[in-house]
């Protein structure tokens, strides 16, 4: 299937935010997938993994979080490795943005792609777009159909909304897929919110021995097949479950 990648402009509250949109090139109606961007920024693989997405039958959506300090701002992790400046940058995109903040780029990146504020979607994240997962389903239970997190990031703090004070009460199907061997983000950090969820069918959780942060991006230091693998065929198999 031929995929066509268009980058779009909307309006939000903080100003003009780009949005790519990856779709099977042709008029035809699919279902949406919004996707959450990881720390580094909205890169080539994430085009990719859009791309790769969009070829199953997806119009998969997703907005530029870094908006507010530029636009389409990225970091390779290779270049981070040489460039003293990467990862103090990088942490303050992350420290600058807040949970309400991501959600509405997530509702403004879907109406300007024209999807219909009450189209059903689901939805993915990698790392910190992992916790924007879960916010997206407790924010709208009843459109979002299911979600997806990969080396999640941030699932529990001690901050009166950390968001395993409500994982239980989660209502639509969710799977994260955490690598045993993650630097960043370590098994032992998300374990409030793996309690808060243990007892519920629609939530399956994946842990990977060998896999650390970041075990989606081919051609990355840190890619482990395995777990990427594992993680797309149970994303896929979600997600048109979901849709059915």
């Known amino acids: 299937m ?3 990648e268009t980058t779009i402009d909307v309006t939000t509250d903080d100003g003009e935010m780009a949005v790519v949109v990856a779709r099977p090139d042709d008029t035809a109606d699919y279902p949406v997938v919004l996707y959450f961007i990881d720390a580094p920024g909205l890169r080539p693989a ?8 969009a070829e199953t039958g997806y119009i998969v959506v997703a907005p530029d979080l870094h908006h507010r300090h530029g636009r389409l701002l990225y970091f390779e992790p290779a270049d981070a490795v040489h460039n003293p400046d990467a990862r103090p940058t990088i942490r303050r995109w992350i420290q600058s943005m807040t949970d309400d903040q991501i959600q509405h780029d997530g509702a403004c990146a879907l109406a300007g792609a024209g999807v219909a504020d009450d189209t059903p979607y689901a939805t993915i994240g990698f790392c910190l777009g992992a916790r924007a997962v879960v916010r997206a389903m407790e924010r709208e239970p009843s459109r979002v159909v299911a979600g997806a997190g990969w080396h999640p990031s941030f699932l529990a703090d001690d901050e009166p909304d950390s968001p395993h004070l409500t994982a239980g009460e989660l209502t639509q199907p969710l799977y994260l897929g955490i690598g045993e061997a993650d630097q960043v983000q370590s098994i032992a950090m998300h374990q409030r919110f793996l309690d ?25 230091p840190t890619y482990d097949e395995t777990a990427a693998e594992s993680s797309w065929t149970a994303t896929l198999d979600l997600f048109a479950n979901a849709f059915v």
């Open 2 to 4: 031929t995929v066509r």
């Open 46 to 53: 994430t085009r990719a993994f859009m791309a790769r997405m």
């Open 196 to 220: 808060a969820v243990v007892g519920l069918d629609h939530v399956e959780v994946r842990t990977f021995a060998d896999a650390d942060h970041g075990f989606s991006w081919p051609g990355y």
